[in-house]
T-cell receptor, first 113, second 119 residues
Framework: GNSVTQMEGPVTLSEEAFLTINCTYTATGYPSLFWYVQYPGEGLQLLLKATKADDKGSNKGFEATYRKETTSFHLEKGSVQVSDSAVYFCALSLNTGGFKTIFGAGTRLFVKA | GAVVSQHPSRVICKSGTSVKIECRSLDFQATTMFWYRQFPKQSLMLMATSNEGSKATYEQGVEKDKFLINHASLTLSTLTVTSAHPEDSSFYIC???????????????FGPGTRLLVL
């Protein structure tokens, strides 16, 4: 079946540290891949996406590359800020049954000043 | 643009009562809305897909008689948890698609969620 696996949290970093949150997927077909972010008390927001192999999604200093050979979509940021503290969800969407989205379990990030 | 609201943001109810959660698209028309359930420290699980003017499509294992979904207009979908029990306590999130924005079909906008606690 289709699934998304991402690293367990929480991840605690100091400000300006490098961030990597691992995400791998299993899918039949060719999914689109996403990273969503959920700030405290708010709904999920799309952070970035990639729709085909080797595409790189980027936004707000975050980036992730769609790696078909390793079925991965790891999220990275070179220098995190306290304001990046949130829960990050990796997800995939397939063009079957109306573009349902399948989410990973989420990774909570704490950034200390 | 593309704001989705949910009401209430949190609700506490007694076991056996019914609770209605509203999901509204504030500045666009949403022909399709999705309802998710999120358990603590777990992912979002899709419960059902709601299309305006037609019956909702439920995911396997979701009781349609317990989780009633009504998508009566292009800006409003409701989820009613009937005869709620403590195990229904969870975080319920809706999302909506705007087919007129010309965005990829997988684009969806999420509401802030409703926390339900059944005592």
């Amino acid at each position: 079946g289709n699934s998304v696996t991402q690293m367990e949290g929480p991840v605690t970093l100091s400000e300006e540290a490098f961030l990597t949150i691992n995400c791998t997927y299993t899918a039949t077909g060719y999914p689109s891949l996403f990273w969503y972010v959920q700030y405290p008390g708010e709904g999920l927001q799309l952070l970035l996406k990639a729709t085909k192999a080797d595409d790189k999604g980027s936004n707000k200093g975050f980036e992730a590359t769609y790696r078909k050979e390793t079925t991965s979509f790891h999220l990275e940021k070179g220098s995190v800020q306290v304001s990046d503290s949130a829960v990050y969800f990796c997800a995939l969407s397939l063009n079957t049954g109306g573009f349902k989205t399948i989410f990973g379990a989420g990774t909570r990030l704490f950034v200390k000043a | 643009g593309a704001v989705v609201s949910q009401h209430p943001s949190r609700v506490i109810c007694k076991s056996g009562t019914s609770v209605k959660i509203e999901c509204r698209s504030l500045d666009f028309q949403a022909t399709t809305m999705f309802w998710y359930r999120q358990f603590p420290k777990q992912s979002l699980m899709l419960m059902a897909t709601s299309n305006e003017g037609s019956k909702a499509t439920y995911e396997q294992g979701v009781e349609k008689d317990k989780f009633l979904i009504n998508h009566a207009s292009l800006t409003l979908s409701t989820l009613t948890v009937t005869s709620a029990h403590p195990e229904d306590s969870s975080f319920y999130i809706c999302s909506a698609r705007d087919p007129l924005r010309g965005e990829p079909q997988e684009t969806q906008y999420f509401g802030p969620g409703t926390r339900l606690l059944v005592l």
